[in-house]
C-alpha cells in the first residue's frame, strides 16, 4: 500500500504545493512532471482560474527517503516556478486534508446583482450553525448571478430551514438541495404554465374577446391566492366564456407570450437527456399547441368544451385542479420512469402546492408569498432559465446545449 492509499487519518508526511500566478497552458503539466521527477504519489488536487489568475494546489506525499529529499523537491519546484513567473510555496504536514463533517448540501445563491453584503450574511448563517463551507464555484454572472456553496456538517433540511428565511429578508433567491450523484439524476421537470412557462393567464385572454376581463382576472387572483375552491372558481370564470366563436382559440395561441429563458430552460433540458412536461388549470386548446411548438413530451390541462362552432361556457372531462397536478406529475413520473424524489416541479400558485411538495425539488417561481413559504426553494428573478442553476447545471453548459443561442 503506498502513502497515499493508506486509509484517511494516517499521520503520512505531506507537502502541500500551491502555485500562484498568471494563468498560461501548461502549467499543471508542468507541475506534476516537475514532481513526477521525486516519485511522490498525489493526495488532492484544486485549481482556480480568476480573471486570467490562477491558484494552483496539490497535495502529496513527501519524497521517500531512499530518494531525493524534501529540499531538492523545494528548490527544484522554486526555480521552475521562477521560470515561468510564477510564485511558489511549499509547505510541510501529515496527512490529507481535513474530513469533510457529516451532512453535506449545495447551496445555490443567485443575485440580480449579488453583493458582498448578502453573501456574507449568507456566509455568516452557514458557519453560525457550525457547517462548514468547502468550496465555493460561480455557476452564471448573467443575467444573474449565480454561486454555489458546497457545506458540510450540518444536514439539509436544517440548513434549508435557516437560509430560506434569510434569502427573502436580504433579496436573494437560495436553493439548498442535499449533496451526491441523485442531483443529476433529476431527469423530469414538471411546470404550470400560466404565469410560469408563459406570462400570460390562458382564461384571462379568452376573456378579453368575451368582454369580461375584469370580472375573470378578479376570480382568478382569488383563486391563486388559495382564497377560493379551484374548482368551483374554474367552472364560474369559464361559463363566462359562453357564445364565443371557436375562432378565438387561433387568436388566444397567437397572443401567448412565452417567459423569458423558457426557450432556453427547455432546449437546454431536453440536449441533458431531461423529460420536460407542464400541467395547467388552463386548457388544452392552447398547452398541446406549446407542446408541439416546444417539443415537450407530456402536456395536460382542462379542455374547454366546443359544440357547432362555439364555446359552451363548460369544460369536460377530468378536472386539472391543485391535487391534480401533483396526480398527473406522478403519472409523467411513471411513464418516464423517473423516480418521484428525482423529479423538479416549477409554479407560482397556491394551486401548484401540492405539485411543488410531491416532487423531489419544488419551485417556486415568481411565486404569491403562501407558496414561496412552502416550496423547497424560490427564484424571484424573471428568468425562467435560472432553474437550471439550481439543478447544478452552469452557465457555459447551457450555451453549449443551446448552441450559443441562449435567450439572454
Not at 423530469?188 to 404554465?193: E, G, H, K, R
Not at 390562458?202 to 383563486?223: M, P, Q, R, S, Y
Not at 375562432?247 to 388566444?252: A, G, L, W, Y
Amino acid at each position: 500500500m503506498t502513502a497515499a492509499q493508506t486509509p484517511p487519518g494516517t499521520d503520512v508526511p505531506t507537502l502541500l504545493v500551491k502555485i500562484f500566478g498568471k494563468d498560461r497552458p501548461g502549467i499543471t503539466a508542468g507541475l506534476f512532471d516537475t514532481l513526477a521527477a521525486y516519485a511522490v504519489d498525489v493526495v488532492d488536487i484544486e485549481q482556480v482560474v480568476s480573471r486570467g489568475r490562477l491558484v494552483l494546489c496539490a497535495l502529496v506525499t513527501s519524497p521517500s527517503a531512499g530518494g531525493s529529499g524534501e529540499g531538492d523537491l523545494r528548490a527544484t519546484v522554486h526555480s521552475w516556478a521562477d521560470s515561468l513567473g510564477l510564485q511558489a510555496e511549499i509547505i510541510s504536514g501529515t496527512g490529507d486534508n481535513r474530513p469533510r463533517g457529516s451532512g453535506r448540501s449545495h447551496v445555490t445563491v443567485l443575485g440580480h446583482p449579488l453583493t458582498a453584503e448578502s453573501t456574507a450574511a449568507i456566509a455568516a448563517r452557514i458557519s453560525g450553525m457550525g457547517a462548514n463551507i468547502d468550496r465555493i464555484f460561480r455557476l452564471a454572472k448573467y443575467p444573474v448571478t449565480a454561486v454555489e456553496f458546497a457545506v458540510s456538517g450540518v444536514e439539509t433540511e436544517p440548513l434549508r430551514t435557516e437560509l430560506a428565511p434569510l434569502a427573502q429578508r436580504i433579496g436573494v433567491d437560495v436553493a439548498v438541495v442535499s449533496a451526491g450523484l441523485h442531483r443529476r439524476a433529476q431527469r423530469l421537470v414538471v411546470m404550470d404554465v400560466d404565469s410560469t412557462l408563459i406570462q400570460d393567464e390562458v382564461i384571462e385572454l379568452f376573456a378579453a374577446h368575451a368582454g369580461c376581463e375584469d370580472e375573470v382576472a378578479a376570480v382568478t387572483a382569488a383563486a391563486m391566492r388559495g382564497e377560493l375552491d379551484f374548482e368551483q372558481s374554474l367552472h364560474a370564470r369559464v361559463a363566462l366564456l359562453e357564445g364565443l366563436d371557436a375562432s378565438v382559440v387561433d387568436k388566444v395561441r397567437a397572443e401567448v407570450r412565452l417567459t423569458p429563458g423558457a426557450r432556453t430552460l427547455i432546449r437546454t433540458l431536453k440536449r441533458l437527456g431531461y423529460q420536460v412536461g407542464v400541467v395547467s388549470g388552463g386548457f388544452t386548446q392552447v398547452t398541446d399547441d406549446l407542446k408541439e411548438r416546444l417539443g415537450l413530451d407530456f402536456a395536460s390541462a382542462n379542455t374547454l368544451e366546443i359544440v357547432d362552432g362555439r364555446l359552451t361556457g363548460r369544460v369536460t372531462g377530468e378536472i386539472v385542479d391543485r391535487a391534480g397536478k401533483a396526480r398527473l406529475l406522478r403519472r409523467f413520473a411513471g411513464e418516464a420512469g423517473v423516480p418521484l424524489e428525482q423529479t423538479v416541479a416549477i409554479g407560482d400558485g397556491a394551486n401548484d402546492l401540492d405539485m411543488l411538495n410531491a416532487a423531489g425539488l419544488g419551485v417556486a417561481f415568481n411565486a404569491k408569498p403562501v407558496v414561496r413559504e412552502a416550496a423547497h426553494t424560490a427564484v424571484n428573478v424573471p428568468f425562467l432559465d435560472t432553474v437550471l442553476y439550481l439543478l447544478g447545471i452552469t452557465r457555459e453548459e447551457v450555451e453549449a446545449a443551446d448552441g450559443g443561442a441562449a435567450e439572454h
